[in-house]
């Protein structure tokens, strides 16, 4: 393959820190301040380039792109574009790429690639990259709830992004690119390719079934990701139902999908099994969390409880979670440490009234025990007293002691109860 002569960066281009470990040659070519552009070049010269663009919470500019690694493996050079903010690029525009693709060399084969919000901006800009092939992993058709009013998932975030993006629709119309679109048919997702597939017949549905969301995720798990996108790359679409079959044990979000959809169905003990032995290989607080909450609805609080405390590391910090441990503390008979914890859910949130409505009801059931113990103390009581007259009638006798004993007992259990109130404030 001759040798083609790197054209030099532009007046666009900022300086990039090196990568420590990084064999690669890494441009910096773009930045405003929320999204980063970046240019990686093979010790060899490449005729293939890769567009990626990084997933939904990917928001550290100073890290790899989507999937460097993966393509630069297989031959590709890589543009990504990265961003530090979760706003599907409404920055960043077409016009803008296509001026940062103009100082790079000419390649023979251009692709795109992204997940989710990154899959997205696959989608739209391919155009502008003509690109022959996208692979887009989950995409969004768009969050804007003008455009896509089904779709909730990202509210908050479309809630404060500037849409300044066209519609997809005309972006897939004026292109020649061949969009492969892998989605799971049963999440919402499939109501965005549809809108894809009315807009198009270059985009090609890939169905992943039980994948959730993002898709990929479930590939890499089964280890069928790397055949799957070098067969899309050469125009072949590969039957995935057979191959996931095979391989679903070793994907713990294929088995939490399946149970998903066995919840719906109201096949309880099933999904509880599926998402138990997705549990067992792996970590992820999502499917742990799933999981607890199964077995509480099965009724298993304590093994609930168990499961929660297993991914509780990496969920502490979230407010609401925390409310759910002191419930099932509650359940468990843990009073002192659900009241601890509902606590530390208003500290961390005390504008969540829901907070304060569980801490209140907990503390009243506190108290109508005690009023029950209180009635059943008075019930012994007045036994005792009885038995008492009965025994001085026959010539027996108890200590004072014991008298002023049965006499205190109430006020003192009453006392305790008060201190822990004012502890915990709740009076």
Known sequence: MATRQRKPKTALAINTAPVPGDPHVRHGLFGNGHTGVEYLTRSTPSDKLAVTFSHYGHLDLSLPGFAEDFLLKRGYDVLTLKCNINNWFQDFSAEELQTIVRQLPAYEEVIAYGSSMGGYAAIYFSAALNARTCIA???????????????????????????THAELANMVKQSQTTYYVLYDPATQDK?????????????????????????????????????????LVRGRVPDLKAKMREGR?????????????????????????????????????????????????????????????????????????????????????DLDAAFRSFDEAIRKDNQCLAFYT???????????????EKRLLKAALARARAEL???????????????????????????????????????
């Open 191 to 231: 109501q965005h390719v549809d809108l894809m597939l009315a807009a198009s017949n270059r985009v090609i549905p890939v169905q992943v079934p039980f994948s959730g969301h993002p898709s990929g995720l479930v590939l890499q798990e089964m280890g069928l990701l790397a055949d799957t996108f070098d067969n």
């Open 358 to 372: 569980g801490e209140r009801l907990m503390f009243r059931e506190a108290v109508r025990n005690y009023e029950n």
């Open 249 to 333: 044990s070793k994907s713990a979000s294929y088995l939490y999908a399946l149970a998903q959809k066995c919840l719906s169905k109201g096949h309880h003990r099933t999904a509880e099994g599926l998402i138990a032995k997705a549990s067992e290989i792996t970590d992820r607080p999502d499917i742990i969390l799933g999981y607890s909450r199964i077995l509480l609805q099965q009724g298993k609080v304590g093994s609930a409880l168990e499961s929660l405390n297993k991914a509780w590391p990496q969920l502490q910090g979230d407010p609401h979670l925390i409310a759910y441990r002191a419930h099932l503390q509650h359940l468990n008979g």
């Open 389 to 427: 007259a009965m025994r001085q009638g026959q010539g027996g006798q108890y200590s004072r002691s014991l008298l002023v004993a049965f006499a205190l007992a109430p006020l003192l259990i009453l006392a305790i109860l008060a201190a822990v109130a004012i502890i915990f404030r709740l009076v």
């Open 137 to 163: 992993l989950s995409p969004q058709y768009s969050i804007d709830p003008r455009i896509v009013p089904f779709e909730g998932r990202w509210l908050e975030d479309a809630k404060r992004i500037s849409f």
